[in-house]
């Protein structure tokens, strides 16, 4: 640190030495607490952790950790020496020096310039979660009463040691620290069905859960387009349910058309070493395998575990997204079969929970099964909810058997809860408000609020996923426990997880962006008092984050950062570019022609002159750091002013609004470079170029990307709109206030049929007087491939 650096750090100590806050949160369910007193841009500056810890004291002074700080692990206790090596690993990664580790047990007392590990099961603390953290300026000490508190302990220190970005000696602000979570579950769900993720990267995830104290690894394993774990006693769930063919251009070798099977699996000897490596980040992982639904990859492998009296053939594993309608039978056979996988699961996974999946369960070959509807009419059960309940409560009661608690997503409530069954809630916080009512355990992780499978900005480079954008801020500011409880009834509320699902998240890189730092909001919903959230501090924190992000290689996402440009004219018809960022928040620099972007760069203040050919560059910086990687801004020409990318385009339709990778050719365009993300409603692909000045303009160019069309949609499926081929390869219409009557252009699609990746089309526009909102069709002849727009330009006659 400098000198100056220093200063502060030791002035912001002092400048809070006086201020006090507030009362440890004491309660692990129900998430009450009391109200914090630091103001909290003081906090963040002394204490820049994530999440926010339930207690500061400021204290005078500063602790200096270097190569020469001693680690102690008191008594020598063995997991304290554990979590005291596995700091000064984390400490040498990011700052370059490793302090010793002395777990002898010989130590008298604390000597000076030492971090002691202490575990004393004795300690006054609320959980076996919460620590407390005594930094004063010659040592420090972490105190907590059982490991997992003592870890999350050396997670703050090692926070507070790694906020400045740099390497070499620490420079910490002297303080005590009291802390505990708001609640017990705090989770991710990682979907690795619809794509798979290998076992580093999966490791990678739980490390980085750890260090933002989340401790519920929800793991889902199967679906219907893929079985990911090894069961010994059905060797074809893996053989044949690990593997399926993508649907569109990646299914195929382009040079051969042989097909191009997608497959992944978890042997379980790697699924130990995950639960053995999460449970030393004191993360629980929660197994999901899905029933009666999401079943068609098990079906695929074994039929007769379907409803065989209604299948024609084995499916497929599926190459579609969607809800399926492949049900598991109900009878003895099926129930042996569900038995034998979940006794092989709870082999391997030794926490309390295991999750059965229950969502999306359309009924309709139960409905159409002869001996499902004959053995629904002998159990004297009124319809498939009830029939579906009666499954769920066979299921528990095999995994009572086996001291396990069943949980479930909240379909489970239809036709009746099961006596101990948890719910999760996902559609919505009902589910949740219901079982808490009816005295059951529920865990929130309503949709779209924490499906981190949304995208988070309408950003032009923002990746594939679902719409609307589930933005950095909207996480921050969820609240776990739903306003319509009473405080007795909250105390079933566990806590909440996001979840990650990957149909349009290819890579475990495009995985990471959508978690990160998505998943720090989310650590501090889950993590610090309900009252002492503050979107501001929360923002001055996430810039170390950001910086350990990037130190530790995790692809976070800087979508709420990113510099946005918007091309106008002003009042005098001058054109003009704005720069802005999600957020609001920190610096924009820039720099226009040639020249490196830096922090030195130019502030960006007002409205930049807009002179064409040019090219921008800017990104967002706070305290000397960026925040943003650069974003780049090239307008050729004045056109540019009439350019509307996708995202800045309506889709005339609420729908099924997706970011989706456009498919050809199979790893992108050019090779390995990434596929563009179009966005487009998967119902009826439509779109509106709102108030276009149409006086001047005597052509338009609209560059389109194709999609497979690969959803099953069930009773949506009506919904689908394919609209009749205009010309023999059909055609991109445009037409003018609204989409009927006659287009005043037609763009052919012949070229873009026969090219791979992204095609711009060219046209003409019939000469049309005034302002105009435009609305762009494919009248192509089928709804697969799906066309979508990438750009349209208008051009001048
Ligand atoms: C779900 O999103 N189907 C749980």
Known sequence: MSGKRMRAAVAAAVALSMVTAITLSACQRGGQDAAVEVPAAQRSQATPVIPLPAKVELREGVFALDAGTRLQAANGDKDAARIARDFAARVQRLRGFAPSVDASGQAQGEAAHTVVFAIDRQAALPSDEAYTLDIGPEGARIQARAPAGLFYGAVTLWQLAT?????????????????????????????????????????TLIDQMA??????????????????????????????????????ASGHDPATGAPLPYCGFYTQDQIRDVVAYAAERYVTVVPEIEMPGHAQAAIAAYPEYGVSDVLKAPPPVSPDWGVHTYLFNTDD?????????????????PGRYVHIGGDEAAKDQWQASPSIQAQKAALGLK???????????????????????????????????????????????????????????????PAPDLYFDHVQSDNDDEPAGRLAAITLKAVYGFEPVPTELTPEQAKH????????????????????????????????AVWSPKGARDWDSFLRRLVPQMARYQAQNVQASDAAFAVRYQAERDAQGQPRVKLSNQVGFGQIRYVEGKGPLSNASPLYDTALPLRPPTTFQAATYVDGRALSAPRRYAPADMAALTQRTG??????????????????????????????????????????????????????????????????????????????????????????????GAPIAVLPLGSARRTAGLTTLRGKVAPTAGTHDLCLVFASGSHDPLWAIERVTLRPR
């Open 163 to 203: 906020s400045d970005g740099g390497r070499g000696t620490a420079q910490i602000a002297a303080q005590r620290i009291e802390d505990a979570p708001r609640f017990p579950w705090r989770g991710l769900m990682l979907d690795s069905a619809r794509h798979f993720q290998s076992v580093e990267q999966v490791k």
């Open 211 to 248: 260090l933002h104290k989340l401790n519920t690894f929800h793991w889902h394993l199967t679906d219907d387009q893929g079985w990911r774990i090894e069961i010994k006693k059905y060797p074809r769930l893996t053989e044949v349910g690990a593997c399926r063919i993508p649907a569109g």
């Open 383 to 445: 319809d498939e909810m009830a029939m579906q309940s009666w499954f769920v409560a066979r299921i528990e009661k095999y995994l009572g058997s086996r001291n396990r608690s069943l949980v479930g997503w909240d379909e489970i409530l239809e036709g009746g809860l099961p006596p101990r069954a948890t719910v999760m809630s996902w559609r919505g916080t009902k589910g949740a408000i219901e079982a808490a009512r009816a005295g059951h355990d529920v865990i929130l992780s």
């Open 647 to 740: 995202n800045r385009l309506r889709q005339c339709k609420g729908g099924l609004n997706l970011r989706m990778e456009d498919d050809a050719p199979a790893d992108g365009i050019g090779g390995r470079s990434p596929r563009a993300a179009l966005l487009a409603d998967v119902f009826d692909p439509c779109w509106i170029y709102e108030g276009a000045a149409l006086d001047q303009v005597g052509a338009i160019e609209v560059r389109v990307g194709q999609l497979p069309y690969n959803y099953q949609l069930w009773r949506d499926t009506p919904k689908i709109v394919s609209r009749p081929a205009n010309g023999p390869e059909g055609a991109l219409e445009v037409r003018a206030d609204g989409c009927e």
């Open 493 to 524: 509320v566990l806590g909440a997880q996001a979840n990650l699902w990957t149909e349009h998240r290819r890579s475990f890189d495009a995985a990471e962006r959508a978690l990160f730092p998505r998943t720090a909001a989310l650590a501090e």
């Open 333 to 349: 056979a099926t129930f042996g079969f569900l038995q034998d996988v979940l006794a092989e699961v709870t082999a391997l996974f």
